[in-house]
């Protein structure tokens, strides 16, 4: 005959084998749920860098796009020769960050490239006074090719800019804008720059020819309107 | 005082540059944007009836440049207390201690990164 003190502590310690066994189980399945959730936890790290990648990217695109709107609104802003001028060399200055800079027209009658505007001839003088024949050295060669050139090693010269590029209106070159500084902050040309450099050589090229005729027909209706004041008054 | 419904005052000589800070800025909500073109035209509307967060100053420009500009609202009451970023071509060390000693709150040197005139600004009105 058996202890019913004995089967009782048999049978509690049956429940709490059983009890112990389902412990274990749930535990067992708590440790999978939480293996899963931190597998998801580091899909969703990882989803979130790749969203604040894309954003910066986003915001370095939206950046650019605002440099060149603004770029290219300015420039088709006025008719005025002296304010496109001024506008291309903001650009130059805020937009790209170069400190020493020329731009230089070309003269038709002497196939000649003067400097117009300038900056920075402290930095790298004669600057101010650039003159070249259409076809001579990297700046002339610029202008008669109407294609960009950026030096790619050794420091700049008068001859030699960080960067030279055409003005152009279609395929003829009007003239070239010669980069010479960057500012003391700004370490190398960034891809908004080639952008802004592309923009320039098509944007600011019609801009500059627009003003120029603009600036001739003015003149033109000026003498015609003297001329028939003199002609009504005489 | 937050960045939304700021009042921003953007004191610059080149058409250019205000057009594209003032793109910058629309990206906080409610925003009004003024533009001076000189430290003379920003005193003439700092002393209106306008209130402003943030002043936005160059310094290179004429009449009167951003560094007198900042010494200026700096030693005036009623304005003294406004937060101002300088926005310049003038990047040398010398020149940013010179223009955080006269009072600036900032210093970015051009050509700026909208993102980081963005969270400049965040910075100094939240």
Known sequence: MSDPRAEKFLELFNKGKEFTEELLRENERLRYRIASMEERFREIVEENKDFAGRYAEIEEQNNNLASLYVASYQLHSTLDFREVIQIVQEIIVNLIGAKSFAIALLDENTNELRTIAWEGEDVMPGVDTLSVSLGAGVIGGVAASGESWFLREGAPSLDRPLAAVPLKIKDQSIGVIAVYNLLVQKEAFTAVDYELFALLAAHASTAIFSSKLFAQSERRLNTIQSFLDLLTTS | ?126
């Open chain 2, 1 to 126: 005082m937050t960045s939304e419904n700021a009042k921003f005052l953007i004191v610059e000589d080149s058409p250019t540059m205000r057009q594209l800070i003032s793109f910058s800025l629309r990206r906080f909500r409610n925003a009004t944007i003024i533009e001076a073109c000189d430290g003379v035209d920003a005193l003439k509307k700092l002393s209106g009836p306008e209130k402003f967060d943030l002043i936005l100053t160059d310094i290179n420009m004429p009449v009167m440049d951003g560094l007198k500009l900042v010494s200026h609202v700096r030693q005036t009451a009623g304005l003294k207390d406004i937060p101002i970023i300088i926005i310049t071509t003038e990047g040398a060390e010398e020149d940013r201690e010179r223009g955080l000693a006269l009072g600036a709150n900032a210093y970015i040197p051009k050509p700026i990164q909208s993102s980081h005139l963005i969270r400049t600004i965040s910075e100094l009105l939240n």
